[in-house]
């Protein structure tokens, strides 16, 4: 009895039940309950223990998190920025807000009649809340008005995936019921329409989405509790098929002789790997065919495959994306690439970026290899090992040296060219340049044109940089590498490429063929925190987690596995005529309940069993039992833009569209009338002092003038002094004050008041030509009456000229500018030009006689 009570000691948790039920059985009947009263104490103290740790460590998360958001919005309010998630809750608050909601909500149920809800299943709860606060008086009986007021909400909960952005299919459905009950208590109607009738898919993807969403646990998550998974398909009698493939495993690996040598490359032999290449055979023949009959004939489209008509939708971004581009541009199948790309992963920008660390570090030798290497300058492998192989010095010193070879002597008088200009450009300007100069040329020749986006994204990027920090070439590669830009791209649907996308990014899409090859694979990583109700909860480690821990943990794998289905079903229903289904494993078998099983469980006794050669010519392939749903063509095949397009492409070109076209007329430079121009000095003297801060007051006092008409009186000087102390402004109190009596003085003059009267315009866009001369500029203030126009111009400087003869020429020339365009505009009125003088403040007119010499 002594063993088993040292061991009781040492074991935990469920551990001791058992422990003390054995020990029963050797001892008196009497310990027993003695025993399991321990050790259900032990394991409630040590739930508690748990509970604590988890605290505990919420605790200090929570601690990290709100220091973090705070500075994250210093840094937004600092530069005067907004993400997405603050307008949503920016617009929440406002309505929620007891002194602003009315008055908005007043001005907001004065133009609303109808709200329209689109993709209502991804919509959170947060902006369910802004939906429901704007709806509100449509249901609190009859108004002012008779029109009735609708909500009307799009949304299908089988294609809720988007719950990393807070949406789920529950809140949708609680949302109707919520719109259900509203209507009823206001007596009015409340329909919900069933969309089940499908215009994209032929009835054979239909019929195999019905048959996989019926069964247990694909429907789990999908369909709603009593209800089917139905369509009802728009195409009757157009030919479809659903192929299921066999799985790809991992092959034995081939013997290799002893002491051989690593001279053959050898393509990789991983399951995923072989399936992208035959995946891309399979493409490249079905994009061959020519006549009916033919695998690659769309019976239901009358018409040959194209590889455009291809859709291979993923659920993660993994190698395989790469494997699958590489095979189709190998085989000279036309691909779009993936959807998004990691700007710094691509070839193109890792030898813009390596050139720009060669131009840092010439003695950089791996660097300076890359870029001999590179399209930039080309060199092959025997130059470059004749280069560095047996140097006393730094490779850069070598290739100086090296002025017999031709290609050596370009190479470095190129390097040379760009090593003397980057102390002096901006990055922009020396990338741009060095494109310009056949460098974008070299690239795309040797990467291909896909390379071409990536450049382009990689320039954006140095001109955004140089917008805001100091333009220099180390802080521009550092702040690139260290970002990992993502660059989203666009699959256009007219485009003749095979498209490769994730299912979250293929959503609202459709192809004709839609190809499913990861399906073996199931969400394996569990998210950090938990949310029971409305708390978080972050357990430090897994066995720190108590007992509202591990159910929270269970509710999340459950919605994570529902969700998993859910995309499924978005995959599924992306095909318009076809489906194959296909994937890879590894050692172990899949999942009983990943995408491949369930399709095939759907499947297996509705689906003709086949057999599935993939092997054909290739050494990748493999060959096994599939399924195979089909419908053969019973009716008229259905026409599209592709068929035509075909059509047209295959007749000669004109001539008109091989002749070079000729050269774009070249127009006059627009004359911006408040810039200086000739006479005038194009910049102001460093040492003169002031300029900044008298062009920054100019701006704020411009700003003002333009926004605050716009306000009640009475709350003008609460916004412009809330305007005024913004942090990105930078200005100290005293100047804020000035700044505000200034401005305020000026709307408070009753002299101006017909300049501010409700109609004028404030920043009026001006354009158009006058003589020879084409004129773009913007006017401070324009009023326009029935008989006059008047132009006024907002001016800050500081004495005013005491007379309109003393005014600058820079600033004659440009009111004499607006005011030949707007005589143009308004041939039937008069056309009177002034100056508005802030200080003072006092308007200046300025006499036709003064302006007449200054016409353009």
Known sequence: MAAYAEAFLTQKGEARKTLATKAVKEAHPGVEEVLLREAERLIAVEEQLRAVRVAAATGALLVFADALFDAYDQRKSARARLDYDDL??????????????????????????????????????????????????FFAGEGARERARTVFAVGDAKQSIFSFQGADPEGFAEMRRYFAQRVAEAEAGFETVALDRSFRSTDAVLD???????????????????????????????????????????????????????????????????????????????????????????????????????????????????????????????????????????????????????????????????????????????????????????????LRAAAADPAVAAARDKLEALLSVVDFERPYELYAGLLARGGRRALLHRLGPDAAEPVDEFLALALEHEQGEAPSLEGFLHWLVA??????????????????????????????????????????????????????????????????????????????????????????????????VCGSHGKTAPPADCWYELIRSGLNEHAEAVHIDLARDSGDGWAGHGLRLARKQRGAAKTDDRAGLARVEAEPLPEWATRPPLPEPTPPRPLAPSRPSEGDPPVFSPLAGGDEARFRRGLVVHALLQHLPELDPARRAAACAAYLARPVLDLDPETQAA???????????????????????????????????????????????????????????????????????????????????????????????????????????????LLDPWMP
Not at 126 to 132: C, F
Not at 542 to 569: F, G, H, I, N, P
Not at 817 to 842: F, N
């Open 88 to 137: 949503i809750q920016g617009a929440l608050g406002l309505l929620r807000s007891p002194g602003a909601a009315p008055w908005v909500l007043y001005k907001l149920d004065g133009g609303i009649d109808h709200i329209l809800v689109d993709e209502a299943q991804d919509t959170n709860p947060a902006q369910w809340e802004v939906v429901r606060i704007l709806s509100e008086e």
């Open 483 to 580: 970002g990992e830009t993502e660059v989203k791209r666009e699959s256009e649907q007219g485009g003749d490429a095979v498209r490769i996308m994730t299912v979250h990014g293929a959503k609202g899409l459709q192809a004709p063929v839609v190809m499913l090859p990861d399906t073996t694979t199931k969400p394996i990583l569990d998210d950090a925190l938990l949310w029971p109700g409305d708390i978080v909860l972050w357990p430090p480690k897994r066995a720190a987690e108590e007992t509202v821990c591990r159910a929270a943990r269970t509710e999340a794998r459950a919605a994570r596995d529902r969700e998993y289905r859910r995309l499924l079903y978005v995959a599924m229903t992306r095909a318009e005529d076809r489906l194959y």
């Open 208 to 398: 195999a989405v019905d048959l996989v969403f019926a069964l247990e646990p694909a429907r789990d998550g999908v369909a709603e509790p009593g209800q089917e998974v139905r369509h009802i398909a728009h195409r009757i009698g157009q030919a479809g098929m659903v192929e299921v493939w066999p799985l790809i495993g991992p092959r034995e690996a081939e013997e290799q002789a002893p002491w051989s040598l690593p001279t053959a490359l050898r393509p990789g032999d991983a399951p995923a790997a072989r399936l992208a290449r035959v995946i891309a055979d399979r493409i490249a023949d079905w994009t061959k065919a020519e006549k009916p009959g033919e695998e690659g004939w769309l019976d239901s489209r009358d018409r040959a495959m194209a590889p455009g008509d291809v859709m291979v939708l993923v659920r993660r971004r993994t190698a395989f994306v790469e494997e699958l581009v590489r095979a189709l541009k190998d085989r000279e199948v036309p691909v779009a690439g993936v959807d998004r790309m990691i700007l710094t992963n691509q070839l193109a920008v890792l030898d813009l970026v390596a050139l720009g660390r060669f131009l840092l570090l010439p003695e950089d030798d791996l660097t300076l290899a890359t870029v001999l290497k590179s399209p930039f300058i080309g060199l092959d492998e025997d130059t470059l090992f004749r280069l560095a192989h047996g140097r006393s010095g730094t490779l850069w010193a070598a």
């Open 739 to 849: 700044l505000a009596r200034e401005v305020l003085a000026v709307l408070e003059a009753p002299e101006f008041a017909a300049l501010f009267a409700p109609g004028s315009r404030a920043e009026a866009a001006l354009a158009g030509k006058v003589g020879g001369s084409v004129i773009s500029g913007q006017v401070d203030r324009l009023a326009v009456t029935d008989d006059a126009v008047l132009i006024v111009d907002y001016k800050t400087n500081r004495p005013p000229p005491a007379t309109a003869e003393g005014v600058a020429p820079l600033y004659l020339r440009q009111m004499a500018s607006y005011r030949a365009l707007l005589q143009r505009i308004y041939p039937d009125r008069t056309v009177r030009c002034a100056l508005l003088w802030t200080d003072g403040p006092h308007l200046m007119a300025l006499p036709d006689p």
